[in-house]
């Protein structure tokens, strides 16, 4: 089965790889694996005991110097906190295995640290163990992996397994969040030079929406099931498109978007537009898609605007024989999973043109 399986050039495997490779091999069952690897799902859950359970998600450490060392362990973290928080409970425990090259300096390790260090603090997560090394052939971005945790009580935690038929869909910030903030951030000098020093302003700010931690803490309001949601995801690979296809498969429902209700700021829309992106197809970390039951809409999106977090509903989960249906100028269209995000090869084009201005 696996020499018909085809992987991906770069980014996630398909939905077609993880069920052909991944989904029948996942090791001894256990009775306690409340939501276990599944397409799509940010998080595993495990009982602990009677009525508590953890949730459990991992990631690359991803560190980019080009954004600056601070900024760069600030992503870091916050990556793995998004996934967390969309289960509606609060990040509790961190593990961090770091693989660094060669080439790292004391000063650079330091700020880094000092920024998860703070994080942690913030959202008051505890470092409970990890690795920390040196070695010969890692690189950036990727320099190593971490986990993050969270406990909390069995009848409080959501997953994207959850949303149900009649479910309202929410939208925070707008599409193509994280390509904005990341463009911005490690290719300035074209941005400006295309854009103007004020737009670059405008786009660079981007980069500190690139957290879903406090769209997803604030919407589930301690207690995800009393505040009305039944699931919450990050659309990051794919940006929104995969993001409410993967729920849409997870939960075994469908449907029905309104495009034009989807925000997309200034920033993201001319530089998907410039760089031939598909913004609602892009990565997107920061963008939180949240399902809940119709009369909680109101109230949710009024407490997101207090914080100062825009938000709209784009649309309600439907039956799956319905299927995931956008509208788009009147007309309506099937969506299919993006497979492929755009960001990726933009964004090397993007880069080797960065080089050719330095040369």
Request: glycine share 10%; hydrophobic share 45%; charged share 25%.
């Amino acid at each position: 089965m696996t020499a018909t399986l085809e992987l991906p050039a770069s980014g996630k495997i398909n939905p077609a790889v993880f069920d052909g490779l991944i989904y029948p091999r996942l090791g001894a069952p256990s009775k306690d694996i409340l939501a276990g690897p599944m397409h799509g799902v940010d998080c595993g859950v495990v009982r602990v005991a009677p009525g508590r359970v953890m949730a459990m998600t991992a990631d690359p450490f991803f560190i980019v110097p080009d954004y600056g060392w601070e900024r760069a362990a600030w992503f870091a973290f916050h990556i793995l906190a998004s996934d967390i928080t969309t289960t509606g409970l609060k990040p509790t425990y961190f593990t961090v295995d770091l693989n660094l090259p060669l080439s790292i300096q004391p000063h650079e390790l330091e700020t880094m640290w000092d920024t998860v260090h703070r994080e942690c603090v913030k959202y008051g997560v505890s470092i409970v163990t990890g690795h920390t090394a040196r070695y010969d052939g890692c690189n950036y971005p990727m320099v190593g992996g971490a986990m993050m945790m969270a406990m909390g009580d069995e009848d409080k935690y959501v997953t994207t397994a959850m949303a149900r038929p009649g479910d309202r869909i929410i939208v925070t910030k707008g599409a193509a969040i994280e390509t904005c903030g990341l463009f911005a951030a490690a290719c300035p000098e074209l941005i400006k030079e295309e854009f103007g020093p004020e737009f670059l302003k405008d786009a660079d700010s981007y980069f500190e929406k690139m957290s879903t931690v406090e769209d997803a803490l604030t919407a589930a309001g301690g207690d995800a099931r009393a505040a009305g949601i039944t699931c919450m995801h990050d659309a990051t690979e794919c940006g929104i498109w995969g993001g409410l296809y993967e729920i849409a498969r997870a939960s075994r429902t469908g449907m029905r978007i309104d495009k034009e209700a989807i925000i997309l700021g200034e920033a993201p829309r001319r530089i998907c537009a410039h760089f031939g992106i598909d913004p609602y197809a892009s990565i997107s970390e920061g963008t939180l898609i949240a399902t809940l039951k119709e009369e909680k809409a109101a109230p949710v999106l009024a407490a997101l605007a207090a914080r100062g977090i825009p938000a709209s509903v784009i649309g309600e989960v439907t039956e799956a024989k319905h299927g995931v249906k956008v509208k788009e100028d009147g007309r309506e269209r099937a969506l299919e999973h993006p497979v492929t995000d755009p960001f990726w090869a933009a964004f090397a084009r993007a880069m080797e043109q960065k080089a050719k201005l330095k040369k």
